[in-house]
């Protein structure tokens, strides 16, 4: 409110996925020009963006922001706990324009690679609808049993996150039996698009991650039967999901400095964009 920005651009990454980036206008040029920033990133374009955004396409790789309100206005199990984007607000108060460029912290050869998979997303969705189901008897049988040991900031933190997860569990499966029940479960995937979907694979080990730590850590200093068996089924379950995800794929971490040039580009290129529309 204070400075009323012309530009503004929030730095995000991934944990895998290719690169994409997120605009508040399409300008076709731009958008252009932006895709194919990640398209020669040499990590994969993403043309998903954020799964569950429902952004609209600009280009490969180029998206809207998520509208938040149509987003809770319609139906199924998508909860939001928060208000709308900046970005939407910096729009509608002082006619900003807002770019975000994802960068993911991992490569995955495959995301380059569009020759069949030999999957199809019925074979995803099994394993995933099977994996959240899991995942959410975990949360509901362990999560609240940590709130009574929790001495820490750093445990309490742990646990909010923690329980945060406990508390949507039931939507996890949920969303997925409703896009289980919305595509045909035939449809072939091409190696890159199968690639992308283990993001839920990956999303799936970060609350069991946090039990285990938590876990780990309370167990030093309480002796606990159950903190002990909720480590115990989170490193079970860690275990499985990582190694299904290895069997498949090689992430190979991404420089930093690889991260910071591709989002630098990004935005002064949209600057110089914006600089020569405002002078014609």
Do not use: C
Not at 6 to 32: C, K, M, P, R, T
Not at 149 to 169: C, G, M, P, S
Not at 233 to 251: C, G, N, P, R
């Amino acid at each position: 409110d204070l400075v009323k920005p012309d530009f503004q651009s929030s730095l995000h990454h991934a944990d895998h996925g290719g690169v994409f980036h997120i605009v508040s206008d399409n300008h076709a040029e731009l958008s252009q020009a932006l895709s194919d920033i990640a398209a020669n990133s040499g990590l994969g374009v993403n043309p998903v963006g954020d799964p569950g955004a429902q952004a609209q396409p600009f280009a490969a790789g180029v998206f809207a922001f998520p509208n938040i309100n149509a987003m809770i206005g319609g139906e199924g199990p998508i909860g939001w706990s928060a208000g709308n984007s900046g970005a939407h607000y910096a729009k509608k108060q002082f006619d900003t324009f807002s770019l975000t460029t994802e960068v993911p912290l991992w490569h995955d050869a495959r995301l380059l690679d569009t020759s069949p998979s030999g999957k199809t997303l019925g074979d995803v969705l099994e394993f995933q609808l099977a994996l959240f189901s899991e995942l959410t008897a975990l949360l509901k049988t362990h999560a609240p049993s940590f709130e009574p040991y929790i001495e820490t900031q750093d445990q309490r933190e742990i646990f909010e996150a923690l329980k945060e997860w406990h508390v949507n569990a039931d939507g996890f499966a949920a969303e997925l039996t409703m896009a289980a029940g919305a595509v045909d479960p035939a449809t072939p995937l091409p190696t890159h698009i199968y690639a992308l979907r283990s993001q839920l694979t990956m999303a799936a080990m970060r609350p069991a991650g946090l039990m285990r730590r938590l876990s780990h850590d309370l167990v030093q200093h309480v002796e606990s039967e159950e903190l002990l068996a909720a480590g115990t089924d989170a490193s079970v379950f860690l275990d499985k999901a990582i190694m299904h995800f290895e069997e498949e794929a090689t992430l190979e971490p991404v420089a930093l400095s690889k991260l910071v040039q591709i989002q630098a580009d990004a935005i002064l290129l949209t600057l110089k964009h914006l600089a020569t529309a405002k002078s014609k």
